[in-house]
Nanobody, 130 residues
Framework: QVQLVESGGGLVQAGGSLRLSCAAS????????MGWFRQVPGKERDVVAT????????YYADSVKGRFSISRDNAKNTVYLQMNSLKPEDTAVYYC???????????????????????WGQGTQVTVSS
């Protein structure tokens, strides 16, 4: 079963950029939809961006459209989140997630809800200073 290890979080000034990486173990990464979510204390975990297993379709939360970009490299079993023009309100713990149980639908369906994802990384803190 897939396991996820995140990296790339840290402290950045408003307007700066960060690139998060999520390395996946397992042998079925190419058949797994992937996503990035974020959560702040006292708030629900919200979708940031998701991507289909074949890299054909993506979904972005309105708050990050035009600034964030999700991508994947199936040869490297890695999914990325490029974050540009960061704002203080982007400060959160960012989680990588995988849907490892819906392979027949991984290319045709765009998953956007936390409950669509069964495997989660440990989270990485992103702090954007004003």
């Amino acid at each position: 079963q897939v396991q996820l290890v995140e990296s790339g979080g840290g402290l950045v000034q408003a307007g700066g950029s960060l690139r998060l990486s999520c390395a996946a173990s397992g042998r079925t990464f190419s058949r797994e939809a992937m996503g990035w979510f974020r959560q702040v204390p006292g708030k629900e975990r919200d979708v940031v961006a998701t991507i289909t297993c074949n890299d054909r379709n993506t979904y972005y939360a309105d708050s990050v459209k035009g600034r964030f970009s999700i991508s994947r490299d199936n040869a490297k079993n890695t999914v990325y989140l490029q974050m540009n023009s960061l704002k203080p309100e982007d400060t959160a713990v960012y989680y990588c997630a995988a849907n490892s149980v819906s392979a027949p639908y991984c290319a045709s369906s765009v998953f956007t809800r936390p409950q669509h994802f069964d495997t989660w990384g440990q989270g990485t803190q992103v702090t954007v200073s004003s």
